[in-house]
């Protein structure tokens, strides 16, 4: 895993730029709020399936892991139209897998805004069919 770190103003302790191991590996950015997290939540930024990047979230990523006290890991997805359905999915599916792995006990969340939402919510169901344990969806 390949990483990249600095501070982050907005609250959060800190933030990490990742590769995920997967099949193709996914990039993301993990932010750390203050203190223990009380859980991981993986994050799928808007932007119409075709546009947008962790990077262009990266305020309102760490600001969500300040506020909330969860860490938030924010895909990267494969992005429309260079990438057909259902390669975003997957994305967020490899990052939920990490995170699950991740995890030590704490509760596990995927959610998004926008095209993201979607995402999440498509992943959700993927999710719940493949055993990973969701605590929630955040949408």
Known sequence: MNTVRG????GATSWSRIVLPGSPPVPARVYLPHGR???LLVWAHGGSWQRGSAAEWHHSTAALAAWSGWSVISVDY????RHRHPSAVQDILTALAWACGE???LPLA???DSA???LAASAALAARDRGLPLAAQVL
């Open 7 to 10: 501070p982050v103003s907005s």
């Open 37 to 39: 997290p009380v859980g």
């Open 78 to 81: 494969r992005l429309a139209p």
């Open 103 to 105: 995890a030590a006990g």
């Open 110 to 112: 995927v959610g998004g």
């Open 116 to 118: 993201g939402g979607t």
